[in-house]
């Protein structure tokens, strides 16, 4: 389940302009600072790969990673959330969702959520959205490291709180995996996942 080999191939604006290789794909979604750039550095390790720039303008951007020539990363970087004023609305475009709708080689949506503060509205919106559609989905929490601050939680009981806000949405909880990219926590695990979700 290692990544030996990543290559830049794709930049699509919507679903239809996507590979059609049938290949699966694996999309990475998460609010900026979660934690995601590092963690991708941390599951490729020396495979230097040109993920897209944060500062590039346009967000409205479908950019795929082929992984050892097989399957796909799908990097949704800040993809049509709402990103400013308004950022407690999953505002997401009708491209968004026709990616999410339409792409039936999804395999699953990896949820990026930070353990190291208490459950965020935007992605209880964003998990419960895809919930709704029926999207196949694995929670990955990040910064699984970190100490709590004087007055805050720590990222287990984070996460206990966020299982617990969506827990009516869900008849089965969708799978879950903390991780840290400063200590590798749950890296093989993750690969793991994504290798058994590929053969099933
Ligand atoms: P992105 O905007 O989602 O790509 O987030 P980055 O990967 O750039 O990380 C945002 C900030 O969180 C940076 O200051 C990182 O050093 C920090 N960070 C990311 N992952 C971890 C982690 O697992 N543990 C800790 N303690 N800090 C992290």
Known sequence: SQIKMVEFVNISGRAKDCPKDNRPEFAILGWSNVGKSSLINVLVQKNQVALTSKKQGKTQLINHFLVNKSWYIV????????????????????????????????????????????????????????????????????????????????????????QELIRENYKQHPPWIMTSSVTALGREELLLHISQLRNY
């Open 75 to 162: 990097d949704l970087s800040g993809y049509g959330f709402a990103r400013a004023s308004d950022a407690a609305r999953t505002d997401w475009s009708s491209y968004t969702k026709g990616y999410f709708l339409k792409r039936d080689i999804l395999v699953a949506v990896l949820l990026l959520i930070d353990a190291s503060v208490p459950p965020q509205r935007i992605d209880l919106d964003c998990s419960n959205w895809l919930g709704r559609y029926n999207i196949p989905m694995t929670f990955v929490f990040t910064k699984c490291d970190k100490m709590k601050a004087s007055k805050g939680k720590r990222p287990d009981e984070n996460i206990r709180d966020f």
